[in-house]
């Protein structure tokens, strides 16, 4: 089975700071590339997601970094806040294409912690 | 508000007994999950269903059972078969399937077996 390596397991980054969560993929036919939000006690819930015709996409203060060459993907949030502070997951398809129907496969998962 | 409704939240049992974990969605979304939750292993696919009387097994479906008899509902069956059933479950669903058809998931049901 496929698989999608997260890192780092968990994360404390100072208010105002960067945030960086990177993941590793196999499969170089993967068309989707997700980042899922969760709050304690709560379901995940979509944050960014990318696909790999582009480098990078931003929306706020989060953005997708994608190397295609070395199949990583990455998150960055600008100047963190505690509000953020939640663990976060990287996905890709489980098998096939997300396009036509594949599932998706998550990263274990980072804990980030925003101190104020 | 549309959305998925998985309950309880807190359930508990003691082994050897098969519990059925509840998941309603209202979103009209024709694809459901089930994923299974746990530290530091992010979550795994236990079952998904894209129609209704169609499902299909997922990554971890040993010890697991589902019915998809309405769209709205995809309960689970934990059965006494599932060698470590403690976990935080979280159902799913999506509209259909691509790129405009990301995940919503329910706030989860989590289960401790003792």
């Known amino acids: 089975q496929q698989q999608v390596k997260q890192s780092p397991q968990s994360l404390i980054v100072q208010k105002g700071g960067i945030s960086i969560i990177n993941c590793a993929y196999e499969n170089t036919a993967f068309d989707y590339f997700p980042w899922y939000q969760q709050f304690p006690g709560k379901g995940p819930a979509l944050l960014i997601a990318i696909r790999p015709d582009v480098s990078e996409k931003k929306e706020g203060r989060f953005t997708i970094s994608f190397n295609k060459s070395a199949k990583q993907f990455s998150l960055h949030i600008m100047d963190s806040q505690p509000g953020d502070s939640a663990t976060y997951f990287c996905a890709a398809p489980r098998n096939g294409l997300y396009n036509q129907g594949g599932k998706l496969i998550f990263g274990q998962g980072t804990e980030l912690s925003v101190k104020p | 508000d549309g959305g998925i409704t998985q309950s309880p939240k807190y359930l508990f049992r003691k082994e050897g007994q098969n519990v059925t974990l509840s998941c309603e969605q209202n979103?009209?979304?024709?694809?459901m999950y089930w994923y299974r939750q746990d530290p530091g292993q992010g979550l795994r696919l236990i079952y998904y269903?894209?129609?209704?009387?169609?499902?299909q097994k997922g990554d971890i479906a040993e010890g697991y059972s589902v019915s998809r008899e309405k769209k709205e509902s995809f309960p689970l069956t934990v059965t006494s078969a599932q060698k470590n059933p403690t976990a935080f479950y979280l159902c799913?669903?999506?509209?259909?399937?691509?790129?405009?058809?990301?995940?919503?998931f329910g706030n989860g049901t989590r289960l401790t077996v003792t």
């Open positions: 269903s894209q129609i209704v009387n169609d499902f």
């Open positions: 799913a669903s999506s509209p259909g399937q691509g790129y405009n058809s990301p995940l919503h």
């Open positions: 979103l009209n979304h024709d694809a």
